[in-house]
């Protein structure tokens, strides 16, 4: 099911012109939300998300028809879970890479199956040869131009691993293909900073208040590639919500039991039962 | 003009899959190719840009396709000149960043207005922020992950320059935001290697011929951003062929009288005359 030009339509076909930038020049922004039990999780915050990726690319978004787009999915979705992905595209263009002056975005959104056992599911990763861009405003939003982690996902699907370890362009983890990453060891919860080339996600950020309410201090910081010893790495999106990572390299990585509280904690907050 | 699904249209307009890759994830390539006096310039050589560059994503070019698009286009073109852009996208697929195991590829093309003044004509280049991510395959060939090269572009026009100086994570030259660069000093013509995140250009590759048919020293070497003293910078790309560059970041280059021969050879290749 998709939602296109003013409405829901079973047909999954759009009609866009040839010269729309998010198809020529990946020129365009992208969110990927869940909805449980009927209900859009962190809608608001997914919304921020857009209005910021929005603005670096330098257009304004379309704001009221994105939401009329999620809300007319949801009015329309035949199960009690679903995955809605809403992409934005600052519109057509003339030939060539100037944007134009007044930019009239393309909106689109499509709605996806999501059952409970995508999310919380342990995961191994491979460290990609492709590293993460941190010089690029890109780094830390959802842009179209999504094709480095399509290829360091094939990667890491290729090396026997679910998902990549991203290091950035200084050798420091960024992130998975998909995810946010952190590490847990002592009492710290740690995260590299949106400057080591990391999009803010919305899991992130709830994994970072929930940490400090079960006692731990979670904190921004450089990490290196390499976990230390004891230490446990987890990782975060807005549909597999928190997956331990259990090997990294073929490497198996320590787990940690007060990851049992985060995932406990983003069960209650998106109503998927303890 | 545009050409898709077999034939050619005079709407703009073309149908797609809301889940084709090149649309949601800029999982596609294309290639930018000047037609001359109704004849596409270097057609083999795009055409192998083309393979090379579906290869490197991993999925097989529909050659006889976009073989028939341009030249559907070409028969069908209202003027003398024309440049033509192909896209090609690795087509539907599901939800998620893993392609489909048997992609069938959506080819369509466009045909825009080419006139000779766009070609020859000096440029200044401002330095980006942005670097090129040397360590992607993205680097190397025409991707539908082009937005880091519109940022580039737009950071480049507000500093009030017509192009970006792109430099690489290691801190040494790459390209423009859509040309290839060389260096000439002395009777060595230098241009990046491709490993410094590199296209391999139709015209880059055109340029190292003709250099040393008039007596230059053509290269492939790493090339530091700031030009030593008496260098020459140029720039090349399929419709604008070759640039002189007339400053960076506000400093004039200097100027090379051997460049004009360059531009004469280019001419007398493309039938522009002299």
């Given at each position: 099911m998709i939602w296109f030009d003013g409405r829901v339509r079973h047909s999954p076909t759009l009609t866009l012109d040839a010269g729309d930038r998010g198809l020529t020049l990946a020129d365009g922004i992208f969110e990927t939300i869940a909805v449980f039990g009927r209900v859009p999780f962190r809608l608001d915050d997914h919304l921020a998300r857009l209005e910021d990726a929005a603005q670096v690319l330098g257009f304004s978004l379309p704001r009221a028809i994105v939401e009329r787009a999620i809300a007319d999915l949801v009015a329309a979705m035949p199960d009690e879970?679903?995955?809605i992905r809403v992409t934005v595209t600052r519109g057509s263009g003339p030939r060539g890479l100037a944007p134009p002056a007044g930019p009239r975005p393309t909106v689109f959104a499509t709605l996806s199956p999501w059952s409970p056992s995508m999310a919380f599911q342990p995961i191994r990763l491979a460290t990609s040869t492709i590293r993460r861009n941190e010089t690029s405003p890109l780094s830390r939003i959802k842009s179209l131009a999504y094709?480095?982690?399509?290829?360091?996902?094939q990667e890491a699907k290729t090396a026997g691993a679910d998902d990549a370890l991203v290091l950035n362009t200084a050798g420091n983890v960024a992130s998975t293909a998909m995810a946010n990453l952190f590490q847990l060891q002592g009492d710290e919860l740690a995260t590299p900073p949106v400057a080591d080339g990391v999009r803010p996600g919305v899991t992130r950020e709830l994994v970072l208040v929930l940490a400090a309410g079960i006692g731990l201090r979670p904190v921004e910081r450089s990490i290196a590639p390499a976990p230390p010893a004891g230490a446990a790495l987890i990782a975060t999106n807005s549909l597999r919500l928190?997956?331990?990572?259990?090997?990294?390299?073929?490497?198996?990585?320590?787990?940690?039991?007060?990851?049992?509280e985060l995932v406990l904690g983003l069960r209650r907050m998106a109503g998927l039962g303890a």
């Open positions: 879970h679903a995955a094709l480095d982690n399509v290829l360091a996902f928190l997956c331990p990572v259990i090997a990294v390299d073929g490497k198996p990585v320590d787990q940690d039991a007060r990851v049992a």
